[in-house]
T-cell receptor, first 115, second 115 residues
Framework: SQTIHQWPATLVQPVGSPLSLECTVEGTSNPNLYWYRQAAGRGLQLLFYSVGIGQISSEVPQNLSASRPQDRQFILSSKKLLLSDSGFYLC??????????????FGEGSRLTVL | AQKVTQAQTEISVVEKEDVTLDCVYETRDTTYYLFWYKQPPSGELVFLIRRNSFDEQNEISGRYSWNFQKSTSSFNFTITASQVVDSAVYFCALRSGGGADGLTFGKGTHLIIQP
């Protein structure tokens, strides 16, 4: 069966510090991978998605970046965090293609507080 | 552009009452998929159901049922005989066509079941 894990679960960082959140998927190959952010009291905002190694699509311009160094690994980074980067970050995967209708399966989430 | 509207920000009912969560969507595509997710206090989003645009059959799963009506662009979710464990934030989401660019989520409805 497929599993998805992301870490760290909780992170408190000062403004201006770097960020690295990591997500890995097991039990499937060539998944589509996604990073969403959920700000307090708000819905889910798609940040990045990737359909393959090294292929990153950005949905929202910001000081965050994403990378996919391996097929089942997705990393969210920042060189300098802003207060507005605080939120709950969710990694997700899906498989598109015959017989798959693209529902997303989410990781446990990473709660980031920028002080 | 596609859009999902969940007009109910928060609903509070007493245990054992029935409750319906509303979802209205907008899309120009003729092929699309609708989803419901549950987000318990732990934060992880749990996939509940997917519906295809060409299948308007309603679905029942235990105490959960979904009413899909293309004529009103709605995909409502009903919980019968609610329980405290149903307390969570529920998200409705939409994916159009065969794109890999993730789901568009509504802002969510916070459901509170009081004992």
């Amino acid at each position: 069966s497929q599993t998805i894990h992301q870490w760290p679960a909780t992170l408190v960082q000062p403004v201006g510090s770097p960020l690295s959140l990591e997500c890995t998927v097991e039990g499937t190959s060539n998944p589509n991978l996604y990073w969403y952010r959920q700000a307090a009291g708000r819905g889910l905002q798609l940040l990045f998605y990737s359909v393959g190694i090294g292929q990153i699509s950005s949905e929202v311009p910001q000081n965050l970046s994403a990378s996919r160094p391996q097929d089942r690994q997705f990393i969210l980074s920042s060189k300098k965090l802003l207060l507005s980067d605080s939120g709950f970050y969710l990694c997700a995967w899906s498989v598109l293609g015959r017989g798959n209708t693209g529902e997303l399966f989410f990781g446990e989430g990473s709660r980031l507080t920028v002080l | 552009a596609q859009k999902v509207t969940q007009a109910q920000t928060e609903i509070s009912v007493v245990e054992k009452e029935d409750v319906t969560l509303d979802c209205v969507y907008e899309t120009r595509d003729t092929t699309y998929y609708l989803f419901w997710y549950k987000q318990p206090p732990s934060g992880e989003l749990v996939f509940l159901i997917r519906r295809n645009s060409f299948d308007e059959q309603n679905e029942i799963s235990g105490r959960y049922s979904w009413n899909f009506q293309k004529s009103t662009s709605s995909f409502n979710f009903t919980i019968t005989a609610s329980q405290v464990v149903d307390s969570a934030v529920y998200f409705c989401a939409l994916r159009s066509g065969g794109g890999a660019d993730g789901l568009t989520f509504g802002k969510g409805t916070h459901l509170i079941i009081q004992p």
